[in-house]
Structure formats: structure tokens, C-alpha cells
Nanobody, 123 residues
Framework: QVQLVESGGGSVEAGGSLTLSCVVS?????????VGWFRQAPGKEREGVAA??????VSSDSVKGRFTISRDNAKNTVFLQMTNLTPEDTAMYYC?????????????????WGQGTQVTVSS
């Protein structure tokens, strides 16, 4: 059974930083597997933020240069370092794992999901 547990969300002011963590069990985050981060704001679709897709890091244009995905293979944990946050980054952030074959930046790209962690950025 695959489980993903996110942590690290919170409230920050614009320009601030947060680092999200996702501990994965039952699936390896290493090598050529697929793990990533999504976010969903109220009334909007869930969108991919950054991911390792078959081991290669990718990210959306909206966060390039501000968000960085990384992983600790020994701890089977994925991180999302977020800097220069803006109110537009406010959303529930979800960790995802498992190569499902769909586009990486859509929910069809992943098999398993965490429960999410809230990020709120105030102006």
C-alpha cells in the first residue's frame, strides 16, 4: 500500500519562503520513478507544480526560478522549496507518486496522492 504524507505548509507573507516535505512509503522516490507536487486553489483545477518524471526534474512556468523540487532517497522523501511566494501561490499543495502515463502536470500523470498541506500567502 502506497502512502504519502505531506507537511510544512503554513501562512507566510508575500516574499517569504516555505519548504514542503512528503514522506512516501510503499514506492521509491529514487531513480527513474515519478514523484511530484501539485496545487489546487479554490475554484480551480489541480495543477502540476514540479515533479521528477522518470527521474528528470520538471516544473511549471509559473514557478520556475522560485520553486525547487528535490528528494532524499535514503529517507524516501520529496521536498518542494518555495521562495519569493506571492498571494497567487495560495493553495492546497498535494504530493503525488507513481508514473500513470498521463501528462505530468495533470492528475492523470500520477497514481497515488497525499491528503495535502495548505499554503497561504498574504500580501
Amino acid at each position: 500500500q502506497v502512502q504519502l504524507v505531506e507537511s510544512g505548509g503554513g501562512s507566510v507573507e508575500a516574499g517569504g519562503s516555505l519548504t514542503l516535505s512528503c514522506v512516501v512509503s510503499g514506492y521509491s522516490v529514487a531513480n527513474k520513478n515519478c514523484v511530484g507536487w501539485f496545487r489546487q486553489a479554490p475554484g480551480k483545477e489541480r495543477e502540476g507544480v514540479a515533479a521528477f518524471v522518470i527521474g528528470t526534474p520538471v516544473s511549471s512556468d509559473s514557478v520556475k526560478g522560485r520553486f525547487t523540487i528535490s528528494r532524499d532517497n535514503a529517507k524516501n522523501t520529496v521536498f518542494l522549496q518555495m521562495t519569493n511566494l506571492t498571494p497567487e501561490d495560495t493553495a492546497m499543495y498535494y504530493c503525488a507518486a507513481g508514473c500513470a502515463g498521463g501528462r505530468w502536470n495533470t492528475p492523470l500523470g500520477f497514481n497515488w496522492w497525499g491528503q495535502g498541506t495548505q499554503v497561504t500567502v498574504s500580501s
